[in-house]
Each structure stands twice: as C-alpha cells, then as structure tokens.
C-alpha cells in the first residue's frame, strides 16, 4: 500500500513520486510542502526536510484589514466587534483574531465592552488636533532626513505626482486624486529613508479619514492642497528647509481646518 498525507487525498500503488502538495488553503501561516505519494520508508526521509515558506502572520493580516476598515469607514463607528463572529466569518481561528483586537484596542480604535467584544470608538474634535500635531511632527522630521539628499531624481517624482493630480482633479476623478495626494507624502516620506517614521506618517494619515465624510471630492481642498504641494517641491528644489517646513505645516493646518469644519457639519446633520 502506498502512504498518503490527508492534505493530498487518496494515493495508489508504491510508486515513489518527487512532486509536492501544498497544505490546506486556509494555512496561510506557513505552506509545508508534503509528498504526493510516497512510501513509509520515503516519507521517513521527507518529514525532517520538508520545506516552509513564510507566509504573513494570520493577526498581522486581520490587524490590517480590520484596522483599514475602521479607519476608512467601511465598518460604521459604534459598530460593535466580537471575536467569534470575526474568527467564524473569515474561516480562521479565535486566536489570531483576538491578537488583532488587543492590538487595536492598544491603538485606541476600539474598547472593550461586556467583556466579550468590543466597540469601535468614536473620534472627536480633540483627536483630530492631535493627529494634525503629530502629522506636522513626524512628516517635518522626514523632511529635515530628506532635504540634503533630495536630487534631480526625486524631484521628478514628486513633479509627476503633482501632474497626475492635477489631470485627476481637473477630470473629477476623485478616488484617484485621493490616491495621489496620499502618494505625494508617502514619496516625501519615504526619502528620509526611515521606516519608522514612513510608518507611523501613513498610520496618522489613514486616522485623518475618519474625520471625513466619505462623499464627493472637496475641490477646494484639493485645489489648495496642490498649491501647497508644488510649494514644498520648490523649495526642496532649493534645499530650503526652514520654508519647505513651513509650507508643510502650513498645508496640514488648512487641512485640519477643513476636515474639522466638514465633521462638525456632519454630527449637526446626523
């Protein structure tokens, strides 16, 4: 009789074959290569040199996925979490899924309630004010890394970005000036060559859209936000930090503003 795994199904004879199967699909923490079919005296020799290939951890991908969600709007504010349901909806186990929520909660996106779920945590103005004081913050920091070793190459990135917008804006395409406008800092970002600094701005950005209401375009904003962009490349053209600064803290105060009077606008007509 041949051996075969119960990943691989049924098997016949004693061939000896060399071809693997991959584990179950919903293993997506590490695929483990078995034989196909294979004998006992085979499988002996395998089972201490199958091979794994690295998958991304289950909490990290439902951390990310339920992070995005909160933060963009997909799932409304005052929606309340359970772990059971999450673990039973997606097909995984418990255990990740709770790893997820206290990384969350940590975050202060959600709170704990009735001790077996959780709640998402509605922003106010407050957390606003503060997500704009720790964007000036780290993006200025990023700015100040970046600014002596910006060239002729990076500045032809942020050139295109702010064309690109500009088409989008001009042809009401609004999801993809959103896009690009979230491209622009992340390129400005990511010269200072500091992955945490890169990381902790795209976290504080994604949190400034839970402030916004998930309607048409603000082409007043938008408009404003290009001004303030080729500011800033104009000055890095001259590797002029102290005004790029500026420019900077002064687009995310004009964006602060205008988020805040949106929000408040949307509590008065809910």
């Known amino acids: 009789m041949g051996y075969c ?5 049924v098997c016949q004879g004693r061939r000896k074959e060399t071809s693997f199967a991959l584990a179950k699909p919903f293993d997506t923490r590490a695929k483990i290569l078995y034989p196909r079919c294979a004998t006992r005296k085979t499988m002996k020799q395998h089972i201490i040199n199958f091979k794994i290939e690295k998958q991304p951890h289950l909490r990290k991908i439902v951390y990310e996925r339920l992070k995005d969600a909160i933060l963009t709007g997909s799932i409304p504010k005052g929606t309340k979490l359970y772990e059971s349901k999450i673990a039973e909806e997606t097909g995984i186990s418990r255990t990740p899924v709770r790893e997820a929520l206290h990384a969350l909660e940590r975050e202060l996106l959600i709170t704990a309630i009735d001790k077996v779920g959780y709640q998402i945590v509605d922003a106010d103005v407050q957390d ?4 704009s004081v720790l964007r000036k913050t780290v993006e200025t920091l990023a700015l100040k890394k970046a600014i002596d070793s910006i060239g002729e190459t990076e500045i032809r990135r942020l050139e295109t970005n702010l064309k690109q917008a500009e088409r989008a804006l001009k042809e009401y395409k609004g999801d993809l000036f959103i896009q690009l406008d979230a491209e622009f800092h992340q390129v400005l970002c990511s010269l200072s060559h500091s992955e945490r600094l890169i990381r902790m701005a795209d976290a504080l950005r994604k949190e400034m859209h839970r402030f916004r209401r998930r309607t048409k ?11 303030y962009h080729q500011k ?7 590797k002029d930090y102290r005004n790029a600064k500026k420019a900077l803290n002064d687009h995310i105060d004009h964006a602060r503003r205008k988020t805040e009077k949106e929000f408040l606008g949307g509590l008065r007509v809910q």
């Open 5 to 9: 795994t119960p990943i691989t199904g």
């Open 128 to 131: 606003l004010e503060e997500i």
């Open 217 to 227: 375009l603000d082409h007043e904003l938008a408009e404003e936000s290009l001004r």
């Open 232 to 238: 800033i490349v104009n000055f890095l053209k001259l």
